[in-house]
């Protein structure tokens, strides 16, 4: 609650949605019967799941990379991307980069910074 509480609702939304695994990708869709199959687009032998998105998906490898160089190690843990202040900006970057959920969501935006 206290990382969130300046956030936009589409921000926060998009962060429960990637912690309970109810984001619009094909895995979940599939479940609510509004998509054909559980398998990414890019990837037909694979789920679509907030894995495979993050950290898996040939097709955002250049996305992924951006925010490997920002995060370094941390940018492999699911728990960091999606719990920490430091990393939230770059989250937002690498889901706004890939255009996967700019149909839903559009685009998500940052909290302006408050002066220290």
Same mark, same amino acid.
């Given at each position: 609650? #206290?990382?969130? /509480? #300046?956030? =936009? #609702?589409?921000?926060?939304?998009?962060?429960?949605?990637?912690?309970?695994?109810? $984001?619009?990708?094909?895995? !979940?869709? !599939?479940?609510?019967?509004? =998509?054909? /199959?559980?398998?990414?687009?890019?990837?037909?032998? &694979?789920?679509? =799941? $907030?894995?495979?998105?993050?950290?898996?998906?040939?097709?955002?490898?250049?996305?992924?990379? &951006?925010?490997?160089?920002?995060?370094?190690?941390?940018? /492999?843990?699911?728990?960091?991307?999606?719990?920490?202040?430091?990393?939230?900006?770059?989250?937002?970057?690498?889901?706004?980069? /890939?255009?996967?959920? #700019?149909?839903?969501?559009?685009?998500?935006?940052?909290?302006? !910074?408050?002066?220290?």
């Amino acid at each position: 609650i #206290k990382l969130t /509480t #300046k956030f =936009s #609702k589409r921000l926060t939304g998009l962060l429960i949605s990637l912690r309970t695994h109810h $984001v619009p990708l094909n895995m !979940h869709l !599939h479940r609510l019967g509004k =998509s054909d /199959t559980p398998r990414c687009p890019h990837c037909p032998s &694979i789920d679509e =799941s $907030v894995h495979h998105f993050l950290f898996d998906c040939p097709h955002y490898q250049r996305e992924r990379h &951006i925010l490997a160089c920002a995060l370094g190690r941390q940018a /492999t843990s699911l728990p960091y991307l999606l719990a920490d202040a430091v990393a939230t900006p770059h989250l937002t970057r690498y889901v706004n980069a /890939t255009r996967r959920f #700019k149909a839903t969501l559009g685009e998500i935006l940052m909290p302006a !910074h408050e002066p220290d």
